[in-house]
Nanobody, 112 residues
């Protein structure tokens, strides 16, 4: 059974950091690209960062230089290190691969 479990969200002040984790099971993780998305209230879901099976990364312009996506193919986990957080980063964050449906997400709230 395919399962995605996101964790690591919380409430943080602007300028702070959080590290999100997404544990994946039920797929051949090491050969799957992965992505982090986010959805703010009243907004459409948007892609934040992607990582290929080979480790190549891409970022939305809004998070370049502040967020880092990484993966651990032994732990079947993808991470999102978020630094210099801004109030506009407030959203529910989701991880996903082309082989999975959506997980439950993890809430990130950045206070000003």
């Amino acid at each position: 059974q395919v399962q995605l479990v996101e964790s690591g969200g919380g409430l943080v002040q602007a300028g702070g950091s959080l590290r999100l984790s997404c544990a994946v099971s039920g797929i051949h993780f090491s050969i799957s690209s992965m992505a982090w998305y986010r959805q703010a209230p009243g907004e459409e879901r948007e892609v934040v960062a992607t990582i290929s099976s080979g480790g190549n990364t891409n970022y939305a312009d809004s998070v370049k230089g502040r967020f880092t996506i990484s993966r651990d193919n032994v732990k079947n986990t993808v991470y999102l290190q978020m630094n210099k957080l801004k109030p506009e980063d407030t959203a529910v964050y989701y991880c996903k691969s082309p082989l999975t449906t959506w997980g439950q997400g993890t809430q990130v709230t950045v206070s000003s």
